[in-house]
Structure formats: structure tokens, C-alpha cells
């Protein structure tokens, strides 16, 4: 592949070593984030070694969210962290699994394109990967693509990721391209000091696979000491100053402020001859986090409460208020499994101010969340539900206000003699969990004068993402009216409810949505839903 001088865009690799889980994610959206201070388009690229086409299949507790883009892609965690540091709506196209290229690679070959060709890793699968990268950056006019290689160097599922990735700085240039590798720095308990050699070992390894380090970024408990980056300086050729502290910090908003005063900003300058820094509003955003004024306890009540990732976005979504409220937003998580009646559901929420009832599938757990709903309903607790959350709203409403015994979901109860959650007809043709129908953005008509209409702006439509296959039955839909529930946002078409409430003198905050708003909450900008919880948290009497 000839080097391609035309391109005229910039690169960013970054890669990790010694432990999964340390970050890169939340680095390379980080280094992203001060570049777009200067205006400049940054587009992430996510290399995922693992064989499924995408994580949709995945149980949360072992991959942990699965987030949902504005195009009905499902993608890993990390474009969560892109899209609230990039101020980009991701595309499933930037999210690149081995499962997703081997399988083209297969299609290319039964259609003769490799005419006849023995079909090897090198040079067509990492061709294939190039092409990719290059087409995504072409057709997003991307000023730098930001590419992260998930998992660790030395994996063997992302080796084809890293040789792609390695060849890119012949065809672009040297100075188009720059590596960012991510290691672990221990403090062993037993000598309290920071070790260099799992990062010795990490880079020589990337090493070994022909990439040469430009920046070395140590995750550590606390700032790196000068002597711990004069050491890995040493033995990893690499200048001192490109040695930038990854500290533990209480939140990845202030990653870039940490970055920044690290010296980041005159590496990424002298490498790609970009200026870079931090935003005025961020760091502004960033000191609220610090300076907060009061404080409220939301539960998050689900039944993937073991791993908090499960529930990602959603304690996000959480943080963006607590900077624009300058309030400190405090999690419980509440395992619903175990909740058997309105006493046990009342006794966990003693001392709680508002309530979450989140996403999720199953039986597991849901009756535990119909009672906490039935709680909050009758006590006024602030209470928001999402989607799982609102279709279990709607059969706590129709069975203790609407008198319907026994209404349920069939999803859980096919027998249910009030099916008032069911699949739509259209939907039970789909068999492939992967195709599930509803997914990615869809428009929501919203209703004048409700407290959700307020929330949105007042405007007329509302764009959530969505991840489900059971709707609000419409045969049910006059019935809940007639007793009081209010229908605050509809698909266009009227059939679909999307948005419901109760009458602010009936309640001061009780509010579900069919959709996932914490996917598109960012810390500039919180999701309304979440924003007007926690202000009614703070409010409360």
C-alpha cells in the first residue's frame, strides 16, 4: 500500500499493556479532548479483538454496558467516554471487532475478490483493517483519528490490530502519526514505591511488534515521581517529559486537567504540530466537582448492582448534574432480587432521596422492582424510570391504581390476563437477539404542558436511543389515561408511549422514559431527565 501524503490528517494510536481495565478508553478520549480545543474534528476508532460482531449479545456483568448509538449500533463502554469528551455522535462503522472483520474478510473471499488467492492474516486482514481506518477518516473528515487497540499487548486476539496499526506510520508519515501506550505502575503495600518494570516489560513488548512509544502513560495511585519517569525514560528510549502521570482521580473529567499539567500539551506538539489545551468550561465544570454545595443520595435499584460498569452512562449522567447543580450526587445500588413487599422496599430506601429503576431483561429481580416503584409512587419519593424502568411503572400503575390483578409483562408472564407490557406483532418475527427492532434514536412527540416538555426545552419532539422489544400495550392505553397517568411523549404515529409522568400534585417527581437518555447526557450538557431528578432531590421538602 503506497504512502498516502494525500490524506493530510493526523493519528493517534493507543494501546495498553499489564492489565486490562486501566483506562485507555478514558486516556485516549481525554488526549481527543484537549485537541478539540483547537477546533479540530477527532474521531475514535475502537479495535475489539474478541470474535462477536458487537457486545449486544453480552451478559452487562461480564462486559459491562452496552452502549447505544444514535444509528442502532452496539458498541463497548468506551464510546461513552468519546462521546462525552468529543462532543461526536459515534457510528457503529468506528467500532472494529475482529468478529466484524473476519467476517467480511469470508464474504470478500466467497465472492472472489481475492481472485484465488491463498486469503492470509498478512497482508489481507490487515489491509482490511487499514482500508477502515483510512475510509472512516476520509468519509468523517476527520482532522485526527483517534484510534484505542482494546485488550493488551501480547494478547493474541488484537496482534492483526497492532501490525495494522504499526504499518500506518510508512503509509502516512512519521509525522502524522503518534503512539500512546497506557501501562501500570504497582505501589506494592510491602515497600510503598512505584515499579517500573511491568511498564519495561509492557513497552518492550509493543516494541517487539515494531511501534515505538512517543508517549508513555503511567496509571498509578499518585503522581508519578521524577525518578520513576527518569527510570522508564531509560530503559523504555523515550524522552522524560513524554512520561505523563495516569493518577487515580474521583473523576475522568478532570483527566484532561491532569494530562494537561503533565506537560501532555508539548508532546502532542512537537509530534503532530498541534496545539491542544483545556476548555474553559471544562475546567470550570471540572472545579464544581470540588465545590459542591449540598448533597442527595440516589438509588440505583436493578439487579446488576455486583459490577457498577452495568449501569456506566447512568452514573455519568449522574456526575454531569452534580457539576451543573454543584451538588455532590451520592449512588446507592440496591439489588431488587430480595425485595418481596412495600415494607422491605420502604426500609431500603430510608434515608434515600431519589430513586433510579434502570434497563434490563429477565425475570429476575422485577417484582423486587415494582414494589420500590410502589413506594416511591405512594411516598413522593423523586423517581425516574428507564426503559425496563417505565414498562415496570406502567404494571405497578395498573395494578394498584387502575385495579387490574394480575397485569404484567409478557416478557416475564405470557399468562398475564393484562398484558399491559407486550411485544409489538411486528417484533415477534425477530428471532436474532442481535436485530432486535428498537434500536438507536427514535423521535418522541412531546406533550405541552407536561414537566417533561419543560425538561426538554419545550419542544415539540424529543430524540432518545433506544434498546428494547416490549412496548405500552395500546389496548391499554385509554385505561391508564382515565386513571390519571399522563402520556407525556409519543411516537409520532401516537401508537408507541415514550415519556410518562404523573400530575405534579399528585407528585413532585416521577418520570420514566421507554429510551436510555443517559446515553446522550454530557458534562456540559446533562440529560434532562437525570438534570430534573436531582433538582428535585435538592428541592425536596
Known sequence: MPRRNDMKKKFIIVSGGVLSGLGKGVAAASIGNLITKAGLKVVPVKCDGYLNVDPGTMNPTEHGEVFVLDDGGEVDMD?????????????????????????????????????????????HVTDLIKEKFYKIAEDEKADVLMIEIGGTVGD??????????RQIKKEVGPENIMYVHLTYVPVPDNVHEQKSKPTQQSVALVRERGIEPDIIIG???????????????IFCGIE???????????SVYKIPLVFSKEGINDIIKENL????????????????????????????????TKLEDSYASILEALKHCSANLKVKVCVKMIETTDVNNLEEAGSLLRGIDGVIVPGGFGSRGIEGKVQIIHYCREHGVPFLGICYGLQLAVVEFARNVCDLKGASTTETHPGTPHPVIDILPEQKKITDKGGTMRLGAYPAVMKEGTLVWMLYGKEKEAWERHRHRYEVNPEYHQALLEKGLIFSGLSPDGKLVEFIELPKEKHKYFTATQGHPELKSRFEKPGPLFYGLVKACVEKE
Not at 240 to 249: M, Q, R, T
Open 79 to 123: 464510546f461513552g467516554h468519546y462521546e462525552r469528551f468529543l462532543g461526536v455522535s459515534c457510528k457503529f462503522s468506528w467500532s472494529l471487532t475482529m468478529g466484524k472483520i473476519y467476517e467480511e474478510i469470508r464474504l470478500k473471499e466467497r465472492r472472489g475478490d481475492y481472485l484465488g488467492k491463498t486469503v492470509q492474516l498478512i497482508p
Open 240 to 250: 522524560e517529559k513524554a512520561v505523563i502521570s495516569g493518577v487515580d482521580v474521583d
Open 219 to 233: 496509571r498509578c495511585k499518585e503522581l508519578l515521581d521524577s525518578g520513576i519517569k527518569k527510570k522508564i525514560s
Open 273 to 304: 504540530g498541534i496545539a491542544s489545551g483545556v476548555k474553559d468550561d471544562w475546567k470550570k465544570l471540572a472545579d464544581n466537582l470540588d465545590h459542591t454545595e449540598g448533597k442527595v443520595t440516589i438509588a440505583i435499584c436493578g439487579k446488576y
Open 156 to 165: 493474541i486476539e488484537n496482534e492483526l490490530f497492532i501490525e495494522a496499526c
